[in-house]
């Protein structure tokens, strides 16, 4: 099971990492040149400031998925589920997906229609693992949102424990791009969810969180959204 899970994921990463070859630098450079038309950000409405509404964007491991007995699962008590469960008051659009590294995230970002409050970005631990950054995509999808108006939360990235797939040099790029992610939201002044301070760590296969372990991920995304937008944590 490990090989087959450690061939699918390395497939995953290395086309992840190809993607964002080849659209990195234009998506970045034709978004980067009309956001330097338009500053200061528009002010949030006060309409949107009441508004309990978000996107959540993230892979495999926001979505809550992992893999037994070669065949994809979904933890009951998925991100989703929880964030409805613990926050009802969140209107919440689902757009996590199994495999979305930031560089296929970042291809139809700036055009993907948007009408929430908050967006969430958790991608990016792929370009950890392949050796890439995640700071040719992540500052312009962080000025796309707020030049909607809208409020960007960014995701840390959940640990792993070596084994088969996470080699030493995986488990580096993870914790690099960790902290690439949590100083841009420093310099940005953006809500950051702590991921890697979820610990103890727990691992369903060779990459994807128990679901013991999901929860305090959950966890940490809630926080940050309370802190984000306390009328919305009843």
């Known amino acids: 099971m490990k090989l087959a899970i450690s061939a699918l994921l390395f497939m995953s990463v290395a086309l992840s990492a190809c993607d964002g070859n080849k659209t990195g630098s234009a998506a970045q450079g034709s978004v980067a040149g009309a956001l330097a038309l338009q500053t200061p950000f528009p002010p949030i409405s006060k309409e949107a400031a009441d508004d309990c509404s978000l ?18 699962m979904r933890h009951p008590r998925n991100p989703v589920a929880e964030l409805k469960a613990q926050r009802p008051a969140w209107q919440i659009d689902d757009r996590t997906q199994p495999g979305q590294s930031l560089a296929k995230l970042a291809k139809n970002f700036a055009n993907d229609p948007r009408s929430s409050r908050v967006v969430v970005i958790g991608s990016g631990i792929a370009e950890g693992w392949s050796g890439g950054s995640v700071m040719s995509n992540l500052p312009w999808m962080l000025e796309a949102v707020r030049y909607e108006g809208r409020t960007p939360v960014l995701t840390g990235y959940a640990r792993q424990v070596p084994n088969s797939f996470i080699t030493p040099d995986k488990m580096a790029g993870r914790d690099r791009v960790d902290a690439e992610a949590k100083a841009l939201a420093r310099e940005s002044d953006v809500e950051f969810a702590d991921f890697g301070a979820a610990g103890p760590v727990g691992i369903a296969d060779d990459v994807h969180p128990t679901q013991t372990y999901s929860l305090r991920l959950t966890g940490q995304l809630i926080e940050a959204l309370d802190r984000v937008a306390p009328e919305c944590s009843h």
């Open 55 to 72: 996107v959540l964007y993230g892979d495999s491991i926001l979505n809550g998925t992992y893999v037994l007995a070669e065949h994809a």
